[in-house]
């Protein structure tokens, strides 16, 4: 198959919804059908790594108190704190992979996006909807990575998330994650689309 060109529009792309909707996925799919157009923003945070992740591919695993200094210096984009972890994407790991051509890929949730909504950042925002709360909890639950009490604290998140996302103008584009392939192929879509489209 040819390469598909990488799209025009090159800003940033940030990808929300609520944990176990099925991002990660959609974003996995997205690199591996083009590993060259992409480049994840790799966030910092304080929890521990999830069996099976790595250091600076899943996440930048810095102390409590690292991540203090960080943010003190005015080094986030958007940071947030959720449990007792902080969460947080850093400005030079942006600005790295855009100076490289990278289209930067960035998942965030709604505290985040209201940040860079705030900050301006020029952005393109797409929310990932889960066809029912049900669902979305029978993904979480499915997947077997989380403890039920951090279960229970991301369904009652994922409220807020959804309200949010009714809140016009926030959101580029909203896609329900149904059926993978419909919801890969609309976010592809919306990717690709011409710079005076999205
Ligand atoms: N369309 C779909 N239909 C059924 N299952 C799905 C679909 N999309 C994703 N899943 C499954 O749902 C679970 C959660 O997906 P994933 O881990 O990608 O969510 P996430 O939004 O990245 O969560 P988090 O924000 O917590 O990282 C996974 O087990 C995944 O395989």
């Known amino acids: 198959m040819a390469p598909v060109p990488p799209p025009s529009n090159k800003r940033p792309l940030v990808i929300s919804g609520p944990s176990g909707v099925g991002k990660g996925t959609l974003i996995k799919k997205l690199f591996n059908d083009h590993p060259d157009t992409f480049a994840f923003s790799v966030s910092h945070t304080t929890r521990l790594p999830r069996d099976g992740e790595r250091d600076g591919v899943d996440y930048h695993y810095v ?102 996302s009714n809140t016009p103008g926030v959101h580029d584009k909203i896609i329900v994650n149904r059926d993978l392939e419909v919801a890969y192929n609309e976010l592809k879509d919306f990717v690709y689309a011409p710079v005076d489209q999205s």
């Open 63 to 164: 102390s409590k108190e690292a991540f203090a200094d960080l943010k003190a210096k005015n080094g986030f984009v958007e940071s947030a704190q959720f449990g007792s972890n902080f969460y947080g994407t850093s400005k030079a790991t942006i600005e790295e992979q855009t100076a490289k051509g990278k289209v930067v890929v960035l998942d965030i949730e709604m505290e985040g996006v209201k940040q860079m909504r705030a900050s301006g950042f020029p952005a393109r925002f797409v929310f990932i909807a889960p066809p029912s709360e049900k669902e979305l909890e029978r993904r979480l639950r499915g997947r077997n990575t989380d403890k039920e009490e951090d279960i229970l604290k991301r369904l009652a998140q994922a409220k807020n998330e959804l309200e949010y």
